[in-house]
């Protein structure tokens, strides 16, 4: 049967996710299902007010602060909710440790589960058919496209995320930063060092 058979529900649909979303929102809306301010200013927020920076600002005091990182470790959601960190998507996050023996890197194999409250909004690419099938199969591969490439005594650990679950890498910290301080360090943060398919920047 061809895919674009009148009696065939999905050839209604618009072939671009985006213009789906739109479809879907503009259906939502004209029933009075939502309001499109609210969503705008939910979109708004984890965009440009909720981001990685919140995710980097732990791992700078992580890297300072021995007790705090301890902590973040044992049980990182009420550490982080101190902080001003916690609300939807982030209910119950885990922080895994970067060693020079195990390097952590997060997926989500079902969709795209990820730390909103530290994150902010997951990449396109995090959330791609391909991400999700090949960082499980074939994780020092995915890595290297990514630029990332381990010593051979350093295993990598996948963790896939779930709608109980989302994990934040705490990466290792680069060496020529000694004497810095949290705002400096957190700079060096970036996104994807916290997903594990980066490195934290290294001091210019
Ligand atoms: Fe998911």
Redesign the pocket.
């Known amino acids: 049967m061809p895919h674009d058979d009148h009696d065939h529900p999905h050839a209604l649909l618009p072939p671009e996710p985006a213009l789906r979303v739109k479809a879907l929102e503009t259906i939502l809306t004209r029933k009075g299902l939502i309001d499109p301010e609210a969503l705008d200013e939910i979109i708004d927020t984890y965009q440009s007010k909720i981001g990685p920076q919140n995710g980097a600002r732990v791992v700078a005091k992580a890297w300072l602060d021995p007790d705090f990182k301890r902590a973040l470790i044992e049980d990182a959601t009420p550490v982080v909710a101190d902080l001003g960190f916690y609300g939807r998507q982030g209910e119950h996050i885990v922080v895994v440790e970067n060693t020079p023996k195990q390097h952590n890197m997060v997926v ?1 194999t ?5 730390p909103w409250p530290l994150l902010g909004i997951p990449p396109g690419w995090y959330k791609s058919d391909a991400y999700r099938a090949r960082a499980v199969r074939e994780p020092r591969k995915v890595l290297a496209e990514f630029g990332v490439t381990l010593s051979a005594e350093t295993a990598v650990r996948v963790w896939d ?3 109980e679950i989302r994990y934040l890498v705490l990466p290792l910290r680069p060496s020529g930063t000694e004497g810095l301080d949290e705002d400096a360090l957190a700079a060096l943060v970036t996104r994807d060092s916290m997903i594990g398919t980066g490195l934290p920047k290294v001091p210019a």
Request: charge should be neutral.
């Open positions: 989500c079902l969709c795209s589960c990820y995320s779930t709608a």
